[in-house]
């Protein structure tokens, strides 16, 4: 049973548009919603979190919606750049839990 | 600061053959993570430590697969006669439980290639 689900799969964009990546949970218990960033060859670095006390977060080019009635959020890049290129992961976890789910990863291509 | 170390960073072994995987967490922290993330796949959960004990393991696919950590350091994930299947790169994470949720730091992982 997949906790966290994520589309696309995979997703082209052109060099200077917006990214958009979609995470849906049922786990009402969950709080806490990272976005996790993965480059070839290295591990999933923390990009971005949200709280569902908050419908948006927002740092630099990267911003979080959140819909708690809808249990979704997502993950859009202004601006896409050639170096965003990479796998992006939602993530979710329990309050006062410290075990994350993961969703299945996008990955992104920004084409220059 | 360090980060969290993973060796050795590739490993080919052939099918059959046991092999041992090595993860230094960040000093300090108390919470380590065990992932497999096959060629192309998600992030699949295999074990959670809390210092030396391991409230979690519900991840390992069989009794090939065990882990162990030395105190609040050192972690070893061990693969028992290993399979084809089992190729897939392992990450190791680390955490600080003092934060409020947790923020996972990866190594880049132990490529396993079972021929």
């Known amino acids: 049973q997949q906790q966290v689900k994520q589309s696309p799969q995979s997703l082209i964009v052109q060099k200077g548009g917006i990214s958009i990546i979609n995470c849906a949970y049922e786990n009402t218990a969950f709080d806490y919603f990272p976005w996790y960033q993965q480059f070839p060859g290295k591990g999933p670095a923390l990009l971005i979190a949200?709280?569902?006390?908050?419908s948006e977060k927002k740092e630099g080019r990267f911003t979080i919606s959140f819909n708690k009635s809808a249990k979704q959020f997502s993950l859009h890049i202004m601006d896409s750049q050639p170096g965003d290129s990479a796998t992006y992961f939602c993530a979710a976890s329990k309050r006062g839990a410290q075990k994350l789910v993961f969703g299945q990863g996008t990955r992104l291509t920004i084409n220059p | 600061g360090a980060g969290v170390s993973q060796s050795p960073s590739n490993k080919v072994t052939e099918k059959g053959k046991d092999v041992e995987l090595r993860c230094d967490p960040i000093?300090?922290?108390?919470?380590l993570y065990w992932y497999r993330q096959r060629l192309g796949q998600g992030l699949e959960f295999l074990i959670y430590?809390?210092?030396?004990?391991?409230?979690?393991k519900s991840g390992l696919p069989s009794d090939r697969f065990s882990a162990e950590r030395t105190g609040e350091s050192v972690s070893t994930l061990t693969i028992q006669r290993t399979q084809q299947e089992d190729s897939a790169v392992y990450l190791c994470?680390?955490?600080?439980?003092?934060?409020?949720?947790?923020?996972?730091?990866f190594g880049n992982g132990t490529r396993l290639t079972v021929t």
């Open positions: 430590f809390q210092g030396n004990s391991a409230p979690d």
């Open positions: 000093s300090g922290h108390t919470a």
């Open positions: 994470a680390s955490s600080s439980t003092r934060a409020r949720s947790p923020h996972l730091h």
């Open positions: 949200i709280r569902p006390d908050v």
